[in-house]
């Protein structure tokens, strides 16, 4: 890190998270804590529950993402964490859950009989279609408020996101 503060830059490492439980299939390779130590920022991806191949539900659900800030959290300073958050959501369909936009979410909505629904536990928005072909999951800017009330709460440096262009375009009004 000192070569990069050198010339004015930072060091910001992703992980994938740890669940409560400690390490996982998918987090064994992070040394959360040895990284932590060594870079200006720890990115905790806490995203992608629910990927494109398994089965439907949230990218992030809430209370999915508490979890793993509590199984990821120990060791970290908080102020030099950062909670990585979806600004995508993904439509199953034949099995397969294809990432969209908030605006291709809400274009879900054009099919006859379609509806948006809401899963509590996840504190997502979903989207059923009439004949049960597609499910979509996805976040608006009130899911995402709540988000980054998780990173007010835990005293998180604040967020990343990944693949800005995606998301609800009221989320930046919750920036002031």
């Given at each position: ?7 004015g830059a930072q060091l910001t490492v ?101 509806r948006v629904d809401y899963d509590f ?56």
């Amino acid at each position: 890190g000192l070569e990069l503060h050198a010339h004015g830059a930072q060091l910001t490492v992703d992980v994938v998270p740890h669940t409560p439980a400690g390490v996982n299939q998918y987090s064994a390779a992070y040394d959360v804590a040895a990284l932590g130590a060594a870079a200006d920022y720890i990115d905790v991806m806490a995203y992608d529950e629910h990927g494109e191949g398994g089965n439907p539900g949230p990218v992030a659900g809430l209370d999915w993402v508490k979890a793993e800030l509590a199984g990821t959290l120990p060791g970290l300073a908080p102020s030099h964490t950062l909670l990585g958050i979806p600004l995508y959501g993904r439509t199953w369909t034949n099995g397969s859950g294809a990432s969209a936009s908030y605006a291709e979410a809400l274009n879900e909505l054009s099919s006859p009989g379609a509806r948006v629904d809401y899963d509590f536990s996840a504190q997502t928005p979903v989207i059923d279609s009439a004949d049960g072909s597609s499910i979509t999951y996805f976040d608006d800017a009130a899911s995402l408020s709540l988000k980054l009330g998780l990173a007010h709460q835990d005293g998180l440096a604040g967020v990343a996101a990944w693949r800005l262009g995606f998301e609800d375009p009221n989320f930046w009004s919750l920036f002031g």
